[in-house]
């Protein structure tokens, strides 16, 4: 969906905390779109004229190969420890200390109805497949991603095989 009017100051906020986070729900919000930050998030993704002014802000910012790779490193080879004290506490952590924990592997967390807390962590093997095809330049390659749906068709004909 494209619109012909120009960003209003609160799209153009989310714009550009998006091209620095990748992280939708966290941009909407930080831009002021307050407690349904996920719903805003979504409708704003789906815009064409959004992700055109992402796009250029990332090639205006310069991100680099390099950026990119140290982002899968550091999901691939991170901590996962402030995420695993944050899961062990007893008490509910104030705004100030939970800001001060390192939870960039986390993708998702929880508080289910029984109690407790569910982190779930973004996939470690899937950040290493990114780096190892950006490393052999194959990041802007569309027959990469091709060849792996083959490879698995491939396993899947086999498996329905031998049964």
């Known amino acids: ?41 979504v409708r704003l993704m789906a815009r064409e004229d959004i992700r055109e002014q992402i ?20 999901l691939a080879f ?7 004290r944050l899961a ?10 939970l800001e001060g924990l390192d939870l960039f592997n986390v993708s998702e967390i929880k508080r289910p109805k029984g109690g407790g807390i569910e982190i779930k962590f973004f996939d470690r093997l899937k950040a290493l497949e990114h780096l190892e095809a950006l490393s052999a330049g194959n990041d802007g390659d569309d ?3 091709f060849y792996m749906a083959l490879e698995k068709s491939a396993a899947a004909l086999r498996n329905d095989a031998d049964e």
């Open 1 to 41: 969906m494209k619109t012909n009017k120009p960003l209003r100051e609160k799209e153009k906020l989310f714009c550009a905390y998006f091209s620095e986070s990748r992280n939708a729900r966290s941009a909407a919000a930080k831009a002021g779109y307050g407690i349904f930050a996920q719903k805003h998030a």
């Open 88 to 97: 062990f506490r007893e008490d509910d952590p104030g705004l100030p200390e």
């Open 143 to 145: 027959s990469l991603p």
């Open 78 to 84: 991170g901590t996962v420890a402030d995420a695993v």
């Open 55 to 74: 796009e250029r802000m990332d090639s205006a910012s310069g991100v680099s190969r390099q950026e990119v790779a140290a982002g899968y490193r550091r």
